[in-house]
């Protein structure tokens, strides 16, 4: 990503930081699911609180 620290104007900034994601290489496809990280909660018995 361009540093656009320096540019004041906010659509000038936006302009920039679009023509450098174009350019940018595309990133490579996942090798895993993207929810497969995260932390699974269990299902509790009727009646009591979840969280």
Known sequence: MA???SITDKVERKKVK???RKKAAPKAPRTYAR???KRKVKKMV???SKR
């Open 35 to 37: 929810g497969s990280a």
């Open 3 to 5: 540093n656009t620290k």
């Open 46 to 48: 009727r009646g009591q």
């Open 18 to 20: 679009r023509t450098a």
